[in-house]
């Protein structure tokens, strides 16, 4: 039996670093295991549409497809686009076997992504103490999404930042430069802003310019195509892969 071909679902933007960033990271995927067929598709903005794609991957003969949303939370995309788009592809395509994968947060592979990104913004371990981080996502108004975000929060409280405060770039608040200047107030020495975004684009771009006009010392960049992030969409589709009740460690 042949290895299904895993489908990464980005939402797309207008804003060509987001497609660019999209595919480095599917590039990275397909580096750590050899073999594997990854294909890339997107809800809007960019091309080619999920649709097309397994309507290709159909033609071509696949008879197997794991549908991987490129998404932090459960949200409305993960929880109403997505799969209105593949319910209509498995009509379509009927010979097809069409697998939608889980989200990819909450994860430990994550939140040492957002780590690696701090550190390479300059955030020491041995400011940690003296050091407010500010956890800065996209925003949303599903309550299952705002409940990841505050205990992805509360577990890097836990890490050694002296405070953690979670930030919105739309939908809800605090804003980023609100949540940095809460923190000044409060007397932290330090702020760090850690964008909880996996590729570049208007809402990215709205944190750091949050950051910059709050004076936050350290910005990390977007979580990207890091190798942490790879292995975790991998994880991932090995998971949609598992019999009904089984599960993987992560």
């Known amino acids: 039996m042949t290895q299904p ?5 980005a939402h797309g933007s207008r804003d060509p670093r987001h497609a660019a960033t999209v595919h480095a ?4 995927v397909r580096a750590e295991r050899p073999g594997l067929r990854v294909e890339t598709a997107f809800l809007e903005f960019n091309a080619p549409s999920v649709p097309r794609v397994l309507e290709r991957l159909a033609a071509q003969g696949a008879d197997e497809v794991v549908a991987l949303p490129l998404l932090l939370t459960r949200a409305f995309h993960a929880k109403t686009d997505i799969p209105s788009v593949l319910r209509e592809a498995r009509a379509r395509l009927p010979r097809l076997r069409i697998r939608q994968a889980d989200v990819l947060g909450p ?3 994550l939140n040492a992504t957002l780590g690696r990104r701090l550190r390479e913004a300059g955030a020491r371990p041995g400011d940690l103490p003296r050091t407010g981080l500010v956890l800065a996502s996209a925003g949303s108004t599903d309550p299952e999404a705002i409940a990841v975000i ?6 890097l409280r836990h890490t050694g930042w002296c405070a ?5 770039a739309s939908a809800l608040l605090p804003r980023t430069e609100d949540a940095v ?3 000044r107030a409060e007397g932290v020495d330090r702020v760090a802003v850690a964008p909880y975004v996996i590729a570049p684009g208007r809402l990215p771009d709205r944190i750091a310019a949050g950051a910059e006009a709050a004076g936050a010392d350290v910005l990390a960049d977007v979580l990207g195509p890091a190798p942490e992030l790879a292995r975790l969409l991998l994880h ?3 998971e949609a892969r598992l019999p009904v009740g089984a599960s993987l460690s992560a």
């Open 5 to 9: 071909t895993l489908l990464v679902i």
């Open 25 to 28: 990271l599917t590039e990275r």
């Open 107 to 109: 994860s430990p592979l």
């Open 150 to 155: 505050a205990e992805i929060a509360r577990e």
């Open 164 to 168: 953690v405060r979670p930030a919105f």
């Open 181 to 183: 200047r809460e923190l």
């Open 236 to 238: 991932r589709f090995d």
